[in-house]
């Protein structure tokens, strides 16, 4: 029996991951956050005096990412996200981490029946076959508000302006880039947290699960 997926896309902060992580143990599937992959990327490109925004650089650090040692503390800062999307434009890097996450999704760990996979092109490029596929959205400012409630414990200057200005930027650089661009795929369901709570939103998307 092949492998079932469920693909969970939308815009940054909209409420993909915890709703990803919470289906993956309810349902007892491993669960994958392909942004992190984006992210490493970019950090090793950083991490290597390096430009986010060149070509070769981010070539580089895609060929030789290890999944398996990704430093999960330090992929999450602003600047780290803000290089990720650049570096995600790349149609190198997407070819390179495309592999490495359909390779996922065929093969879960041991003992997993599949897997559920946040990202942005999840649901339309990396598993277009996918079981159950969800777009999950929410309001800009209630994604600004979510983001900035994460980062400001480690950056007590920071206002929710910025974080807003940060993540139109990143939006508009995934939405509009010729490679992978983030889309609702024709076939997913929409889910808009922004007038949810985070139970609510879990409970919803189990909802849409269920029904298929
Ligand atoms: O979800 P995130 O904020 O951790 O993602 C970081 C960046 O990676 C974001 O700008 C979009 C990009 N990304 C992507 O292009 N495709 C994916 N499947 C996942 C993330």
């Known amino acids: 029996m092949s492998a079932l997926v469920i693909a969970i896309d939308g815009p940054a902060a909209a409420g993909k991951g915890t709703i990803a992580k919470d289906l993956a143990s309810k349902l007892d599937l491993a669960y994958l956050d392909t942004g992190s992959l984006?992210?490493?990327?970019?950090?090793?490109?950083?991490?290597?005096g390096g430009d986010p925004a060149d070509d070769a650089d981010a070539a580089r650090a895609a060929e030789t990412l290890d999944i398996e040692a990704i430093d999960q503390t330090a992929i999450r800062t602003r600047e780290?996200?803000?290089?990720?999307?650049?570096?995600a434009a790349k149609p190198q890097v997407r070819a390179q981490l495309l592999e490495t996450q359909r390779r996922i999704a065929k093969n879960p760990p041991a003992g997993k029946g599949g897997v559920v996979m946040d990202g942005r092109d999840i649901g339309t490029v990396v598993c277009p076959d996918a079981d159950v596929k969800l777009f999950v959205t929410a309001s800009d400012d209630a994604r600004a508000h979510r983001r900035w409630l994460e980062l400001v414990k480690s950056d007590p200057e920071l206002t929710q302006a910025q974080v807003l200005a940060d993540l139109t930027e990143r939006d508009r650089r995934d939405s509009e880039r010729a490679t992978s661009p983030l889309v609702q795929a024709a076939d997913a369901t929409l889910l808009d947290t922004t007038n949810l709570s985070i139970e609510a939103a879990i409970q919803a998307a189990l909802d849409i699960v269920g029904r298929r």
């Not at 780290?80 to 570096?87: E, I, K, M």
Request: charged share 5%.
């Open 38 to 48: 984006y992210r490493a990327v970019a950090h090793a490109v950083i991490l290597a």
């Open 80 to 87: 780290v996200g803000t290089a990720a999307s650049l570096v």
